[in-house]
């Protein structure tokens, strides 16, 4: 969480024009597979974290009535920086990696109204 604060403190020097990009994705995890997503995902969200300055926050989430179930929310300053992050190779390489081990995957593009945090970073839709 530490890490997910510092990278929308940091964005606050972002002049962010554009709308920012907001993905939500519900993940269905095949049974014995939740460890080495886990893994995965960790590796995606602090390698794009730390080389995408674009890429603002992810956040992977488990569902607490369900362990097979997890989420991944997404921020991008711009649709441009979410199509980069989708070019890198970590990202490949979790979408290779996860393949098998993710039975479902439903995705939503959510709209932001309002961004803000304790670092300074705000957003209003216009």
């Known amino acids: 969480m530490k890490q997910i604060m510092t990278a929308l403190a ?8 554009a709308a920012p990009i907001m993905n939500f994705f519900e993940l269905g995890i095949a049974e014995g597979q939740n460890a080495v997503y886990q893994q995965v995902a960790q590796h995606n969200i602090q390698t794009s974290l730390k080389n995408e300055k674009g890429t603002l926050a992810m ?19 711009d649709e441009t920086a979410y199509q980069a ?3 890198t190779p970590h990202f490949q ?7 098998a ?4 995957k439903d ?5 932001p109204l309002y961004l803000g945090n304790q670092g300074g970073v705000s957003w209003t839709a216009r």
């Open 10 to 17: 940091l964005s606050a020097s972002l002049s962010v024009q």
């Open 59 to 77: 956040i992977a989430l488990q569902s607490q009535d369900n362990p097979q179930i997890g989420y991944m929310l997404e921020l991008y300053a």
């Open 85 to 87: 992050h989708r070019q």
């Open 93 to 99: 390489a979790y979408l290779k990696d996860t393949a």
């Open 101 to 104: 081990m993710l039975e479902s």
């Open 107 to 111: 995705y939503r593009t959510v709209q």
